[in-house]
């Protein structure tokens, strides 16, 4: 049934199946060569993660800290697992697609398929064994190409996970920032040492670490900036195709099952790039309200007016933005989806026109 389905869109498929293939392939290529190039600058924010104020500090957050990373690593690694589970069940349904198709049809060349594309119009697979080297070679490709991709994918979406996260920190600190110097104070020998000098260390510290953020996230910005924007783009013009693909197939067909997880791996590109860039920018407005709830009665007069600085740069949110065309939060994400559907409901009714 898909088998002859592809043969009566033929035109439609075979265009489908190279634009896809493309706007793939190609931005995740350049993605790969961008961060193979700069990986030295990818390397040193991996590693800043490693060491103050980024590492875990329990002196400034107690258990609160411990757990607030915890969190992060049991949702990023929900995350992963949905990500490689959609990413293999893609592979896989192509692989028993062209297994199914093969075997089904030995003699009729004609419907045989490819695993990742329905057909390969730029040579000629219709004889044994140009179309099992094909096949395999499909599948060799992508599973490299896959891994790739998911391992650029979950450095970027990482490195904004703990943006967002030593925002929460950092909010904490805050909050803590009174208890935190008294506590320093009965650590010290020297008695002699005013309380206002414990309060300057703590909040120099928390200053230095909201600076250290801002330079992490304005690194990231140079180098992901472009690569977000063309990634952005290719994904919204691949889910329009491959939905339309899910509404020409049969349901619960091989054809249908692999394009419906194909579309969702591209979901999870869109929706985890805008979720974890709307965290940013929210958490970063935590640290506004952090240092409104200090209780700065008893600190000393620099102290409440350092705060109301803290509080003005605070109010701007910190933005991930994709080429600085637009920014990555959830009012990004809901006005990519109803373009892709808009633009899918438009090529659905254009192709039954046609026909």
Known sequence: M???????????????????????????????????????????MINSLHFAPFALNKCRGGKKEENILKSLVRKT??????????????LLFGIINTLYYRLRYWYDS??????????????????????????????????????????????????LA??????VILSNAFRNLKIRAENLQK??????????????????????????????????????????LILMFSCTVIMCFVLYCCL????????????????????????????????????????????AEVDWVDLPGHIPKSLIMVIIRAQKPLR????????LNMATFMSIMRGTFSFLMFFKESQELSN
């Open 2 to 44: 898909a088998a002859e389905m592809i043969n009566k869109r033929s035109d439609i498929i075979i265009f489908i199946g190279i634009a896809s293939y493309f706007a793939s392939s190609m931005p995740g290529t350049i993605k790969c060569i961008i961060l193979y190039i700069n990986r030295k600058r990818v390397g040193r």
């Open 187 to 228: 650590l010290d020998d020297d008695k002699s040492k005013p309380f206002e000098h414990y309060v300057n260390i703590i909040f120099r510290e928390n200053i230095n670490h909201h600076l250290q953020i801002f330079e992490l996230a304005n690194e990231m910005e140079k180098l992901y900036s472009v690569i977000i």
């Open 162 to 167: 703990h943006i967002s996260i030593q925002m």
């Open 248 to 291: 020409v197939f049969p349901v619960f067909s091989m054809f249908f099952l692999q394009n419906a997880t194909f579309s969702c791996i591209i979901f999870c590109h869109i929706a985890m790039y805008c979720y974890w860039g709307n965290e940013v920018s929210e958490t970063s407005l935590g640290v506004a309200q952090a240092a």
């Open 320 to 327: 991930i933005t994709a080429g600085k065309f637009f920014p």
């Open 110 to 159: 004609s419907l045989w398929v490819m695993p990742y594309a329905p057909t390969m119009p730029w040579f000629d697979y219709s004889s044994s064994p140009i179309y099992e080297y094909g096949a395999l070679f499909q599948c060799f490709s992508m599973l490299i190409y896959a891994i790739q991709i998911g391992n650029s994918f979950s450095i970027f979406i990482g490195l």
């Open 77 to 90: 690694n929900i995350q992963n697992i949905i990500y490689i589970s959609t990413t293999l069940g893609t």
